[in-house]
């Protein structure tokens, strides 16, 4: 059973910058893609960014190119989502979830198995 934990949410100004975390307890965390995705109140569920088990392959939706990063340590078992130009429209709980091989693309939340619980980032305007 894996488990993911994300931290680092917070409350910051537009403009501003947070870095998310997601720790998984397996001992196969390089063995899965991994992605962050984010749900703002009233909104569905929406992709923001994935990696591959090694981290050669990045993806990333078109709203965050150029301000979001995703990377990964698997010494540490840990993803991370460096967040740059905040915007009040980034408030959202952020998700990160572990990617399964399967047909289903990066983008699709039919790709991943393990979520996490959440954290929650809002920036004000």
């Known amino acids: 059973q894996e488990q993911l934990v994300e931290s680092g949410g917070g409350l910051v100004q537009a403009g501003g910058s947070l870095r998310l975390s997601c720790a998984a307890s397996?001992?196969?965390?390089?063995?899965?893609?991994m992605g962050w995705f984010r749900q703002a109140p009233g909104k569905e569920r929406e992709f923001v960014a994935a990696?591959?088990?090694?981290?050669?392959?990045?993806y990333y939706a078109d709203f965050v190119k150029g301000r979001f990063t995703i990377s990964r340590d698997n010494a540490k078992n840990t993803v991370y989502l460096q967040m740059n130009s905040l915007k009040p429209e980034d408030t959202a709980v952020y998700y990160c979830?572990?990617?399964?091989?399967?047909?289903?693309?990066?983008?699709?939340?039919?790709?991943?198995?393990?979520w996490g619980q959440g954290t929650q980032v809002t920036v004000s305007s």
């Open positions: 979830a572990r990617g399964r091989q399967n047909y289903y693309s990066h983008y699709d939340a039919r790709r991943y198995d393990y």
């Open positions: 990696i591959s088990e090694y981290g050669a392959s990045t």
């Open positions: 397996g001992r196969t965390f390089s063995m899965y893609s």
